[in-house]
Every structure is written in C-alpha cells, then in structure tokens.
C-alpha cells in the first residue's frame, strides 16, 4: 500500500486525471478522424477514395497492432502515445490535399497506411492505460470517462463541418484545416502525461509496468500472454466484428442517403449518442451490488438486445435502397427538412449507442481477466490487430462494389457469432476477482 500525494502533485499524479489526459490525445487524434470518417467518404462526394485508404490502413493497422503491445512495454506508454499519434495529423492533411489537388488520390492511400502503423501504437498503449489505473470497481466507470472524452471529438468535429458546410455540398478546406490543428495540438498532448510507475490507484496499489525489457523478452511475453490466458481466444470473433459496422454505417447508409448537411447533423448525434451508450453501460458494469460475474452476464444481454434490434430496424430501411439506385440518382438523398428523416436519424443515434456499449463491454472484459498492463498491452493489441483485420476486410469489400444489403446481413451475422463465442468465455473466466501478477 503506498500513500497518494495530495495538493497539485496529487490532481496531477491521480489516475483519473491522467485518463482525462489520454481522452484528450484520443479525442484530439481518433476522435477528429472518427467525425471525417463518419461523414461517409471522408466528407468527399467519391466514397471510392476513402474506401481504399481506410482499407489499407487497417491492413497496416492489423499488422503494427499485434506487435505493439511489445513495442510499448519496451519503449513506454508515452512514447509509444506520442508516435501513435503523428499518423492522425499525416492522414486529415491528406484530405485537405486532394480537396486541393482532386488527382493526387494515391496520398490518401499512403496516408491510410502510415495511420495504421501509428494507430496501431496508440490504441495500445491507451487500452493498457485505462484498464490498468482503475482499482477493479472502477474500470467500468473509467472506460465510460475515457470513450466520453474520446467521443467529444467525433461531436465537435461533427458540429464544426455542420456550421462550415450547412448549405454546402462537399466539404471546405476550412473544415480540413481546423481538424489538422486540432490534431497537431492532441500530438503533443503525451508529454504532458505521467509515468504509469510513478501512478498509485485509489485503493493505494501502484501500477505495474515491466522493468525495461529488452525486445526477445517482450516477443516471448505476448506468445506467454497468448498460452496463459487462452480463453482470450474466445474473445476474437468479438473484436473481429468491433470494426465491421462502421463501413456500412458510414459509407454505405450515412454516406449513401443523405446530404452533406445531413450527414454532418446524423455524424453529430451519432457521436453524442456514443457518450451516452458508453457512460451508461459502464454504469452497469460497475454496479457493486452485482458480482462481477452476473455483470458481465447482464453486459452480454444488452448487446444481444441492441444487435437484432439496431440490425431488424436497418435491414427494412435497406431493402429500399441499392448501390445501383443511389449512383444513377433514382433513390432521392435525404435532407435535414424531408419527411422520414426523423426515423432514420433515429436509427443512426441507436448505431452509436450500439457501437460504443460494444467497445465499452469488450475492453470491460478483457480488463476482468487481468490487472497487469503488460498483460493488458498484450491483449489490447490483440484487440485492435484482429479488429483492423475485418475493417480492412470489410472497407475494401465496399470498395469494390459488394451490394450494400450483403454488407448489412455480414455485420448482423459478425456480431451475433462474436457474442455467442464471448458466452463461454465469460463463463469460464471471468471470475470476481483478478491479479496483477504473471505475465
């Protein structure tokens, strides 16, 4: 047990304030790329464009993610923050190019791919942050304060491109050019953060992190973590599906039947909605008047709940609407005026709170099985690895053309399986309490 510093020393060195912290580097760095990207295209008229750099981001992605729980246990999670950072800054300057320069399409691209290698880093070294400074009763608690905080990005991107583009059609350089500084700004955020050592939790516990291994330890480390805990396993199918839903929310629904203003104006409720999903099911995982257990159980069914009710809701809406129909002009775009918006608008707003209670669950989980960050760096990275292998998938599917109702019945299946695998996993191992120890 270690006593906490109080005064200024103690606001700075408090586990919460330094989750704000990481929340605001994501909400900065994500958060920004999370509102373009949920404009559908990018905010771009072409969805072609942004279909192939995102497909070729999480093909990087996917790969930097597997390793980086070594690379930041080596390098630490301020480094490792700070460099998975630099890649958001490169990717929306991209965008701001080819608005400029409509034939340099091959940037964007490229800019995907180096985003990969640096998100692969940051979304690392955040999951092993925020699930390992919470005392146990807390992580629900401080996963809904994080994905808040993140989330507040995605809403005032939205609000800036809905004021900036409200009687527009495509998206303004202005636009472009806010979002580059404000990422430039969450770049340097990391540097003003504490060292996870020098944190003490709330029930006086310091935080773990690994004594400087060197490089073959950490790569034996992730194949230990792997043959320790195999019940993580389990757990795959549900962060392969993490990613999936977002092309056809975005691209393929957001991005397919509505205005620019209109997609800006759902893109803002989407993310406001992600705040209220995440807060909320992270109060019920943290509800102490339950085992841990029976909270995690009561998770499960939620989800289920919210899978075939969002997916029921969108495939009626589907079924009016075709790649074909949307191209050739025959299915009129929706805007903010027109009648049956409202529905849809509504649908959109239950897709966020889908995805962020999906997320909140499934790093709720994996921070059930372990209080180590090594450990938890470890299996993040395994998290955002598998995840970006389907969104690579599934964004070069829309590239080339896959009709959009098989990419609907694709994610409606995804996600079903992903939380019958988890089911049993849950039950084996999730158990009241966990231990910092073995890695």
């Not at 397919?256 to 800006?264: P, Q, S």
């Not at 939620?302 to 009626?316: E, G, K, N, R």
């Not at 995840?387 to 996600?415: C, E, F, K």
């Not at 399986?417 to 988890?422: C, D, N, Q």
Request: aromatic share 16%.
């Amino acid at each position: 047990m270690h006593r906490r510093p109080t005064g200024l020393r103690g606001f700075y060195y408090n586990p919460v304030t330094q989750v704000v912290l990481l929340g605001f580097v994501c909400f900065m760095c994500p958060g920004l790329f999370n509102s373009l990207n949920g404009l559908g295209g990018g905010g771009q008229l072409k969805e072609n464009t942004s279909a192939n750099a995102n497909s070729a981001l999480y093909a990087t992605f996917a790969v930097a993610a597997f390793f980086a729980g070594s690379i930041n246990n080596v390098l630490g999670s301020k480094i490792t923050l700070l460099l998975g950072s630099i890649g958001y800054a490169v990717y929306i300057s991209s965008y701001l190019v080819v608005n400029i320069h409509p034939q340099t399409t091959g940037y964007v691209i490229g800019a995907g791919a180096i985003l990969g290698l640096s998100a692969g880093l940051l979304w690392t070294a955040q999951g092993s942050l925020m699930l390992a400074y919470p005392t146990e009763s807390q992580k629900g608690k401080f996963i809904a304060i994080f994905w808040s905080i993140f989330n507040l990005g995605g809403v005032v991107g939205s609000s800036v491109s809905l004021g900036q583009n409200f009687h527009s059609v495509v998206l303004g350089n202005g636009t472009y050019i806010v979002f580059l500084v404000l990422t430039g700004v969450g770049v340097l955020i990391p540097l003003l953060m504490a060292e996870p050592s020098k944190i003490i939790r709330a029930d006086g516990t310091r935080v773990t992190t690994p004594q400087h291994p060197s490089w073959k330890t950490e790569f034996m480390g992730l194949w230990i973590a792997l043959r320790t805990d195999p019940w993580i396993v389990l757990l795959f199918p549900m962060f392969f599906a993490s990613n999936w839903f977002y092309t056809w929310q975005f691209n393929d629904y957001n991005g397919a039947i509505f205005t620019i203003r209109a997609r800006a104006l759902n893109n803002l409720v989407y993310w406001l909605a992600q705040i209220v999903g995440s807060v909320s099911i992270g109060f019920l995982l943290d509800q102490q008047a339950l085992s841990r257990r029976l909270r995690a159980f009561t998770g499960w069914c939620v989800l289920f709940i919210m899978v075939f009710a969002v997916h029921i809701w969108s495939y009626f809406y589907q079924r009016q609407y075709t790649r074909e129909t949307v191209a050739s002009g025959e299915y009129i775009r929706f805007d903010i005026n027109e009648p049956g918006y409202a529905a849809r608008i509504w649908l959109y707003i239950f897709c966020g709170l889908l995805d962020s209670m999906w997320q909140t669950t499934a790093y709720w989980l994996m921070g059930a099985m372990s209080n180590n960050p090594a450990k938890l760096a470890h299996f993040t990275g395994f998290y955002k690895s598998i995840q970006s292998a389907g969104a690579a998938g599934v964004w070069r599917a829309d590239a080339v053309g896959i009709p959009y109702m098989n990419l609907l019945l694709s994610t409606w299946v995804l996600l079903v399986a992903g939380l019958v695998f988890a089911l049993p996993m849950i039950h084996m191992r999730v158990t009241d309490h966990s231990f910092d120890e073995d890695l």
